[in-house]
């Protein structure tokens, strides 16, 4: 089952729910499905494997 996050766009403010892998750890490239600008997200775990996401413009 795949993990959900909910991340807040640095570009737009859109709330937008994302999709996490659940081998998924570390950073990675993802566009705004609202505004199709790139994130630049960082995907860490809690102690309990759920993931705590970060985002940041990648521009
Ligand atoms: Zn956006």
Redesign the pocket.
């Known amino acids: 089952m795949d993990d959900v996050a909910q991340v807040q ?6 709330v ?1 729910e994302i999709v996490v892998d659940p081998a998924t750890r570390g950073e990675l490239i993802q566009d ?6 790139p ?1 630049r997200l960082l995907v860490r775990r809690r102690r309990d494997g759920s993931p705590l996401v970060t985002v940041e413009r990648a521009q």
């Open positions: 766009c640095p570009y737009c403010f859109e937008v705004c499905e609202v505004c199709c600008r994130w």
